[in-house]
């Protein structure tokens, strides 16, 4: 069983910044790809970015691209999204998730264990 905990959201003015983190307990957490998902209200959830094994790998959305940073540090078991430029749009509850296998890294239901979730609202 794994467990995933969200922490850093919070209101933001537009073009300010957060850092989520999100940290793992249960299994071997360098041993899984990561990624982080969100969901704004009245919307279906959707991908923001992953994340490798060993944290070489990324991926994007084309929303954050450019703006969002995915990283993570395999000996704190601890995955992090460094959001900047913030815009209205970003308002979502964000979730971190872990894949243990596939490499579909877009598709939630690649995913096998989730966060609770943390609220991001970005204010214009």
Do not use: H
Request: glycine share 12%; with cysteine.
């Amino acid at each position: 069983q794994v467990q995933l905990v969200e922490t850093g959201g919070g209101l933001v003015q537009a073009g300010g910044s957060l850092r989520l983190s999100c940290g793992g307990s249960g299994r071997t957490f360098s041993d899984f790809n990561m990624g982080w998902f969100r969901q704004a209200p009245g919307k279906e959830r959707e991908f923001a970015a992953a994340v490798s094994r060993n944290g070489l790998i990324t991926y994007y959305a084309d929303s954050v691209k450019g703006r969002f940073t995915i990283s993570r540090d395999n000996a704190k078991n601890t995955m992090y999204l460094q959001m900047n430029s913030l815009k209205p749009e970003d308002t979502a509850v964000y979730y971190c998730a872990l894949r243990t296998s596939g490499s579909a890294y877009q598709s939630e239901k690649s995913y096998d264990y989730w966060g609770q979730g943390t609220q991001v609202t970005v204010s214009s």
